[in-house]
């Protein structure tokens, strides 16, 4: 898995809603997803961000910014957060996601999967 967090000219965040028949459905997380098998996660969020928002970026518009380490119930996360300020194309919802741009203050006001929640403090200090 990986994770990006798109910052518009604003210094909004993007945030996508979990649709419904997926695990944690309902929850608000940052756009991303699975690697595929050797694929690196800048390559696996270029292919996500445009399989999933529409939009294409470059390897070197995202920035490492922190991880993520959980322990769910049948497995291990160990998630990378990229930041990403630089993009072509309008975001759009691909998959029937809700989306929306909050403001690092307000990120705490969306439930987020227990992974995704401990990178906020992170965002915030960069934001």
């Given amino acids: 898995m990986a994770a990006v967090a798109l910052v518009d000219a604003d210094g909004r965040v993007l945030l996508a809603r979990r649709p419904p028949g997926k695990a944690m459905a309902g929850l608000w997380e940052f756009p991303g997803g699975k690697l595929a098998p050797g694929e690196t ?5 270029i292919r996500e961000l445009r399989e999933e928002l529409g ?7 995202l920035a490492p910014l922190a ?30 996601q809700e989306l929306r741009w909050v403001r690092p203050a307000r990120l705490r006001d969306y439930p987020m999967p227990p ?8 965002l915030r200090d960069l934001l």
Wanted: hydrophobic share 40%; charged share 20%.
């Fill in 55 to 61: 939009i294409d970026t470059e390897q070197s518009c």
């Fill in 115 to 122: 992974a995704d929640a401990p990178l906020i403090p992170v």
């Fill in 67 to 96: 991880f993520a380490s959980h322990g769910y119930d049948d497995f291990h996360l160990l998630m990378p957060l990229y930041v990403c300020r630089i993009w072509n194309g309008f975001v759009t919802p691909k998959e029937g």
């Fill in 41 to 45: 996660p800048e390559r696996a969020l």
